[in-house]
Nanobody
């Protein structure tokens, strides 16, 4: 079955960097778009970045030029490099794939940006 396991979250000061990872299994990773979402307390889950199987990437305006999504198809892993972090980036970050018409999510990894 589809499994997504995020890692790499933590606490960082404003201006710092973190790299999130999402290890995927249960489907042919290289042929599916992968996405990172985030959710802050009291807010809806929002799409942060996506990586299509052909390599095209897209970003939310709020993270453009600060975050970078990449994937290693040999390792079935998608990454989110986050630079110049701001307090507003504080959230639980989730990995996502749409497989067989269903949304699959990992358990998430918490990112806290605070001085």
């Amino acid at each position: 079955q589809v499994q997504l396991v995020e890692s790499g979250g933590g606490s960082v000061q404003p201006g710092g960097s973190l790299r999130l990872s999402c290890a995927a299994s249960g489907f042919t990773f290289s042929t599916y778009a992968m996405r990172w979402y985030r959710q802050s307390p009291g807010k809806e889950r929002e799409l942060v970045a996506s990586s299509r199987s052909g390599g095209r990437t897209n970003y939310a305006d709020s993270v453009q030029d600060r975050f970078s999504i990449s994937r290693d198809n040999a390792k079935n892993t998608v990454y989110l490099q986050m630079n110049s972090l701001k307090p507003d980036d504080t959230a639980v970050y989730y990995c996502n794939v749409i497989y067989g018409g269903m949304y699959y999510w990992g358990k998430g990894t918490l990112v806290t940006v605070s001085s």
